[in-house]
């Protein structure tokens, strides 16, 4: 049960009997009561009465008796309400039993495509496929787990014109050489070779484009030669998907070579339609609203002059196919927020095509940069950009290194065991609970930190209810009570009424650090009811309520900590 939707529910017709109309009645929590609605202040201009006479209008109306102990008007118009100890430990009693923790599947699930990580075949992955790749996996399973139909895809770059140079840079180091040196994960030596000689050498360079030629004209030996750079690559991401413990698997690659005979009629149906327009030799389309620091329309080139298609047309060709083909209804693309006028005008011309139409909608989930403590995007000592590997292999030893610290009797498996699932969290969730449409600076202390809003705070929290349960011996009796001898217990029975409510936000604004703050909270109440309640020694009745709280924590501790791709330790 939501403590929110229910107090909303309550006040609504309330508000709609005094306003004549509907009203959200905007309930928040306060620190004054328990829960207060501002809805009277937004409502006072409009009613041309002052707020306070129009909360106390509501209160005459509203049906509270059996939810709230006390209901009461406060400073310019705000509505205190305190929830009675008995409905609310009623509520939290209805939890033990709901395997989903109050938070409901959806009743009308929708097909959802997440396009997200998307590196370039040849090239590894560096620091900044990282946000894209959390935040679409965190994405993926709150959806999926909710009950929609989801479809991951992966866009990766595996087509275009710098293929000519990697191929024939292939066909050069024979391919039982390059299949070595790509098996190696060393992608960015091989295209740093090729791209040298294609910089260096004229006739390496003519090559090059004829084999782009050869390739896009279907000669099968250089497609066997490019399927060959394609393996190689997918193999090394999902070695890094595996080491960052996301949910993408090789069924997901999709590369914008898939797209590839959709193009045409990407641009008949465009001309068909009249919305092609030439411009500069190049086919384009002038979407309204788009303009230039010149202030003149602002074109999305869908087939260059030379006769070639670029992002523009693949991405038009992409959506029409998985709102098409695939009926998808809701399709997300996790890019960074740089691409956000690209992604504005594809479905602007979408939407002029007919291709997304109600109730298909496109969201761009934009997301800043990961900064390095100087507050520039974040590089290596040589100013090149940072390997992911790298960046996850060094939290991993990091948090590896903070556990034998912490307890040098640590065996090298549990040692590695904590380090892995502690470093990869910490890096996730300093993502995850960061506004991803802003930068954040990688503090390694502080993500590291079993202090504060980090993921080894959390995962300490869980890990400390799991060790009242080896104590006691016994788990909790989903049947037991729930009492209140301490306000720090009524307190942590509030915060685990929340987690459907927050989920249910999410669900809608994908903004992950609403959840993340949610769970730190939740890690906040515990450790402070876990400070000043004994548990273990607490009379049977208390005894069992508490164990009952503590257990309603850890699989709500869980469950919210693997919807962002965190896992969770029995042990820290």
């Given amino acids: 049960m939501d403590l929110e939707r229910l107090l909303s529910d309550r006040l609504a017709p309330a508000f709609a009997a005094v306003a004549g109309e509907p009203v959200d009645p905007l309930v928040r929590r306060s620190p004054r009561a328990d829960f207060q609605s501002d809805a009277a202040l937004a409502l006072a201009r409009r009613l041309g009465r002052p707020p306070r006479d129009i909360a106390a209008a509501v209160l005459k109306h509203a049906v509270l008796d059996?939810?709230?102990?006390?209901?009461?008007?406060?400073?310019?118009?705000?509505?205190n309400l305190t929830v009675a100890d008995r409905a609310l430990a009623d509520m939290v009693s209805g939890l033990a039993g709901d395997s989903r923790l109050g938070v409901p599947s959806t009743a009308a699930p929708q097909t959802v495509v997440v396009d997200y990580s998307a590196p370039n075949v040849a090239k590894e992955m560096h620091v900044g496929h990282l946000r894209g790749t959390v935040i679409g996996d965190a994405a993926v399973r709150l959806l999926d787990w909710l009950g929609h139909q989801v479809v991951r895809v992966n866009h990766l770059g595996d087509w275009g014109t710098p293929f000519g140079m990697l191929i024939?840079?292939?066909?050069?180091?024979?391919?039982?050489?390059?299949?070595?040196?790509?098996?190696?994960?060393?992608?960015?030596?091989?295209?740093?070779a090729a791209r040298a000689k294609f910089d260096a050498d004229e006739a390496f360079r003519e090559r090059s484009r004829l084999r782009v030629v050869a390739l896009q004209g279907g000669d099968e030996r250089t497609l066997r030669l490019w399927r060959l750079l394609v393996a190689q690559s997918e193999r090394y991401f999902l070695t890094v998907y595996d080491l960052l413990d996301v949910t993408l698997s090789r069924d997901d690659f999709r590369g914008e070579s898939a797209y590839n005979d959709l193009l045409a009629g990407v641009?008949?149906?465009?001309?068909?339609?009249?919305?092609?327009?030439?411009?500069?030799?190049?086919?384009?389309?002038?979407?309204?609203?788009?303009?230039?620091?010149?202030?003149?329309?602002?074109?999305?080139?869908?087939?260059?002059?030379?006769?070639?298609?670029?992002?523009p047309a693949t991405d038009l060709a992409a959506l029409r196919q998985r709102a098409g083909e695939l009926g998808a209804t809701r399709l997300l693309y996790v890019v960074g927020l740089p691409q956000r006028q690209h992604f504005a005008m594809v479905f602007a011309v979408a939407r002029a095509a007919g291709w997304l139409?109600?109730?298909?909608?496109?969201e761009h989930l934009g997301f800043g940069s990961i900064l390095g403590a100087d507050g520039r995007m974040l590089r290596s000592r040589a100013g090149e950009s940072v390997k992911l590997v790298g960046l996850l292999e060094e939290a991993v030893t990091r948090a590896t290194d903070l556990a034998r610290s912490r307890n040098p009797e640590l065996d090298d498996e549990t040692a590695a065991e904590i380090g892995r699932a502690v470093g990869i969290g910490a890096i996730k969730y300093a993502d995850l609970s960061t506004d991803r449409t802003k930068d954040y600076v990688l503090d390694w202390?502080?993500?590291?930190?079993?202090?504060?809003?980090?993921?080894?705070?959390?995962?300490?929290?869980?890990?400390?209810?799991?060790?009242?349960?080896?104590?006691?011996?016994?788990?909790?009796?989903?049947?037991?009570?729930i009492v209140f001898?301490?306000?720090?217990?009524?307190?942590?029975?509030?915060?685990?009424?929340?987690?459907?409510?927050?989920?249910?936000?999410?669900?809608?604004?994908?903004?992950?650090?609403?959840?993340?703050?949610?769970?730190?909270?939740?890690?906040?109440?515990?450790?402070?009811?876990?400070?000043?309640c004994p548990v273990l020694r607490a009379p049977d009745e208390l005894r069992e309520s508490r164990l009952l709280l503590a257990e309603l924590t850890a699989r709500t501790l869980r469950q919210g900590l693997h919807l962002l791709g965190i896992r969770t330790l029995e042990r820290m």
């Avoid at 390059?178 to 098996?183: D, G, I, K």
């Avoid at 620091?293 to 298609?309: A, H, T």
């Fill in 168 to 192: 024939e840079h292939l066909a050069d180091v024979g391919e039982a050489g390059a299949a070595h040196e790509l098996s190696m994960g060393d992608l960015d030596t091989f295209y740093r």
């Fill in 357 to 362: 139409c109600p109730p298909a909608r496109a």
């Fill in 445 to 481: 202390e502080r993500m590291l930190s079993l202090d504060g809003n980090t993921a080894p705070y959390l995962q300490y929290a869980y890990a400390r209810v799991r060790s009242v349960f080896r104590r006691a011996g016994t788990a909790a009796r989903l049947d037991t009570p």
């Fill in 485 to 532: 001898a301490q306000p720090v217990e009524r307190a942590l029975a509030v915060e685990l009424l929340g987690f459907a409510g927050v989920i249910g936000e999410v669900e809608q604004s994908l903004e992950f650090h609403q959840l993340a703050g949610y769970l730190h909270r939740l890690a906040t109440a515990f450790n402070t009811f876990y400070e000043r």
């Fill in 66 to 79: 059996d939810v709230c102990t006390s209901a009461e008007v406060s400073g310019p118009g705000f509505l």
């Fill in 267 to 311: 641009v008949d149906d465009l001309e068909r339609l009249g919305l092609l327009v030439p411009s500069g030799g190049a086919d384009c389309v002038f979407p309204a609203g788009f303009s230039g620091r010149d202030g003149e329309p602002l074109p999305l080139i869908v087939r260059k002059s030379d006769g070639g298609y670029g992002y």
